[in-house]
């Protein structure tokens, strides 16, 4: 089945600053998701992006699905976007998400 | 627009007990589709519904079954409970098989003691 990569695995940073996550997978894909988990475990959804790129606020992502690979973008952060960054991905041949085991990131004040 | 709701939010049971877990998918999805999370590890796919037929299922023993009913709500239901099954499951519900992306739920936290 298709891998999903991501890094860096932590991230610590002060408030104000920015980050870049990176996302690699192994095959073609109909569909990119990035998430935020909470601290309650909800899976918050950021993006749907399978390409091309995507900007909400201070969040952006973009997407270079021929050489298989996504960012997300986060500038100037805040203690509020702590928690792990999820990339999914679903197959050209299904509709099931494969995940990344995430970036959790902590932003201090 | 209401979003994608699960039901109980938290839950222990014995080894061997049976359980089942309820989900609302959010307004106009028709697909739904369960994701099993150990503590710090990604989701792990365990199968999806599409107007009431299961549409592909993950690596999962048959003791996890689920049903998709008329108004596309779902429950998935595990027997003989083990205790690596502690995890929290997720629902997400999407229109036609993932198109436009999946919403989550808030999860339910299930410990067996």
């Known amino acids: 089945g298709i891998q999903v990569e991501q890094s860096p695995p932590d991230l610590i940073l002060q408030e104000g600053a920015n980050s870049t996550l990176r996302c690699n997978f192994s095959d073609s894909v109909n569909n990119l998701q990035w998430f935020h988990q909470n601290p309650w475990g909800q899976l918050i959804n950021l993006f749907y992006i399978p390409s091309g790129t995507k900007q909400n606020g201070r969040l952006s992502a973009t997407t270079v699905a021929t050489e298989r690979y996504s960012l997300l973008y986060i500038s100037s952060s805040q203690t509020t976007d702590s928690g792990v960054y999820f990339c999914?991905?679903?197959?050209?041949?299904?509709?099931?998400?494969?995940f990344g085991e995430g970036t959790q990131l902590t932003v201090n004040p | 627009e209401t979003g994608v709701t699960q039901s109980p939010t938290h839950l222990i049971k014995t080894r061997g007990q049976q359980v089942t877990l309820r989900c609302s998918s959010q307004s106009g999805h028709n697909t739904v589709s369960w994701y099993q999370q150990a503590l710090g590890q990604g989701p792990q796919f365990i199968f999806q519904y599409y107007r009431e037929e299961e549409n592909g299922r993950g690596n999962f023993p048959p003791r996890f079954s689920g049903l998709q009913f008329p108004n596309y709500s779902s429950e998935l239901n595990v027997n003989a409970l083990e205790l690596d099954d502690s995890a929290l499951y997720l629902c997400?519900?999407?229109?036609?098989?993932?198109?436009?992306?999946?919403?989550f739920g808030s999860g339910t936290r299930l410990t067996v003691v």
């Open positions: 997400a519900s999407s229109l036609f098989k993932g198109w436009n992306g999946y919403t």
């Open positions: 999914a991905v679903a197959e050209t041949s299904g509709s099931r998400l494969t």
